[in-house]
């Protein structure tokens, strides 16, 4: 399965969600890392269309991020977002998902998503 992921850059996603996701979820799956070196240049528009899947980290608000959902959300492409603990996402993403998911630690969030996955038959 493709997945897109998406996320706000105002942070330390490298340690805290690629490299976790590097070491399960991208073993199993093609995962868009689009802050990865060899994707600069790459128009996330067409990525996105062309997904089966987005993961939306949306512990921080992100205006980049949001219209990438909204991107998503036009093509009808699921999109699962998860946030860190004692963060707020936006009760707007409710509009363009019901997979809204609580996630306690970097170590516990490729188990995160890999059950949700599974539950929505996409692992």
């Known amino acids: 399965m493709k997945i897109y992921l998406a996320h706000a850059s ?16 991208a073993k199993e799956h093609d995962v868009f890392f689009p802050h990865d070196e060899q994707n600069a240049g790459k128009v996330s528009k067409e990525i996105i269309a062309s997904s089966d899947f987005v993961i939306a980290e949306v512990s ?3 205006t980049g991020q949001g219209i990438e959902l909204g991107w998503a959300d036009d093509y009808e492409i699921p999109v699962l977002c998860v ?3 004692g963060s707020t996402p ?5 509009v363009i998902s019901d997979m809204i998911v609580e996630y306690k630690s970097a170590e516990e969030l490729p ?3 890999a059950n949700q996955l599974k539950s929505r038959g996409q692992g």
């Open 90 to 94: 936006s009760s707007t993403l409710r």
């Open 83 to 85: 946030y860190r603990s």
């Open 10 to 25: 105002g942070y330390d996603y490298e340690s805290e969600l690629y490299e976790p996701l590097r070491k399960t979820i």
């Open 111 to 113: 188990e995160v998503v």
């Open 60 to 62: 921080r608000p992100s």
